[in-house]
Nanobody, 125 residues
Framework: VQLQASGGGLVQAGGSLRLSCAAS????????LGWFRQAPGKEREFVAA????????YYSDRVKGRFTISRDNAENTVYLRMSSLKPEDAAVYYC???????????????????WGQGTQVTVSS
């Protein structure tokens, strides 16, 4: 499956953005989907995940209550709605997919087999 992330940009602190990740090659219905981010000089960090077949959504404590992950299987797309953005949310955001990860690994970037190319989010203070 090929993933294409988009929707990043420059936003003021307190603002909102919606990231999209469109898939091609395979339907996402049976895939677990995640968003990760990586700021310069820092490790890749888990942001949110949504498991296949309604098995649940997961969020980093740093974004819980501000970000929402959702999926549209008909559009073969996963979204990350980000609100109340802070300067520390600035990073390159990556979407990821895997057909078979288990609950205990949803927060681990090494568990995901397929990755999009990343989209830059910049938050000005």
């Amino acid at each position: 499956v090929q993933l294409q992330a988009s929707g990043g940009g420059l936003v003021q602190a307190g603002g909102s953005l919606r990231l999209s990740c469109a898939a091609s090659g395979r339907t996402l219905n049976n895939y677990n989907l995640g968003w990760f981010r990586q700021a310069p000089g820092k490790e890749r960090e888990f942001v949110a995940a949504i498991r296949r077949s309604g098995l649940g959504t997961y969020y980093s404590d740093r974004v819980k209550g501000r970000f929402t992950i959702s999926r549209d299987n008909a559009e073969n797309t996963v979204y990350l709605r980000m609100s109340s953005l802070k300067p520390e949310d600035a990073a390159v955001y990556y979407c990821a997919a895997d057909p078979s990860l288990i609950q205990s690994t949803v927060r681990s970037w090494t568990a995901y087999r397929y990755w999009g190319q990343g989209t830059q989010v910049t938050v000005s203070s």
